[in-house]
């Protein structure tokens, strides 16, 4: 099983709201990934984490603030975004961040910021 | 600048036609990934190939590493409209700890 799951499938947010995006993966991956992809374009990372600490944050602005609860959850948590924030927001996972290991995508939760 | 160059940005042929895609970097990549984007999904990983000089094939898919693990190739023989879809090869650097993506090739195929 390679399944990457993340919820919701769509969203719709007002620049005030707070809003929490969720990916989870059974395979025993120890690390995870958010990305960021506008249309026609390739993913954007944003974080990383590598057994379930933070190792990379591609200077990313504060209003998207990551968690990752256990080794399986990786929850994306967004408060005050803009509209330019809408996008596909894509999870993947691999087993870890070291060199030749394969990453699987979820299959994104698309946003739109009113 | 992109680390990953990939060519063509767009391709357009007709049902049974070859074409190749090419992914090119001067960096060394300890492994290099294809994918297969449908609009409003995530990628589908196709193929990961890890050492030099490496041929994967996958049904019409062909994939090749290149020997100095800088670049590679994916070719597909006798397009149908099922392989439309957004093209994207993505490599990990050693001990970067991340994957960086090609800026993707967008091709459609017509019946």
């Known amino acids: 099983d390679t399944e990457v799951t993340q919820t919701p499938k769509h969203l719709v947010m007002g620049m005030t709201n707070k809003k929490s995006l969720k990916c989870e993966q059974h395979m025993g991956h120890r690390a995870m990934y958010w990305y960021k992809q506008k249309a026609k374009k390739p993913p954007e990372l944003m974080f990383v984490?590598?057994?379930?600490?933070?190792?990379i944050n591609e200077s990313v602005p504060s209003r998207f603030s990551p968690e990752c609860p256990n080794s399986s959850l990786l929850n994306l948590h967004l408060h005050a975004l803009q509209p330019e924030d809408s996008a596909l927001y894509l999870c993947?996972?691999?087993?870890?961040?070291?060199?030749?290991?394969?990453?699987?995508f979820g299959p994104g939760t698309r946003l739109t910021v009113t | 600048t992109q680390l990953l160059e990939q060519s063509p940005q767009f391709l357009s042929i007709q049902e049974g036609e070859n074409l190749t895609v090419y992914c090119n970097s001067s960096s060394v990549f300890s492994s290099l990934q294809w994918y297969r984007q449908e609009p409003g999904e995530g990628p589908v990983l196709l193929v990961t190939v890890v050492t030099g000089g490496e041929v994967k094939k996958l049904k019409r898919l062909t994939f090749q590493f290149g020997d100095a693990r800088k670049d590679s190739s994916l070719h597909i023989t006798a397009a149908q409209p099922g392989d439309t879809g957004l093209y994207l090869c993505?490599?990990?650097?050693?001990?970067?700890?991340?994957?960086?993506f090609g800026s993707g090739t967008k091709l459609n195929v017509k019946p």
């Open positions: 984490y590598s057994y379930e600490k933070l190792s």
């Open positions: 993947a996972s691999s087993q870890d961040t070291a060199g030749g290991y394969e990453q699987y």
């Open positions: 993505a490599g990990d650097l050693y001990n970067f700890n991340k994957f960086y």
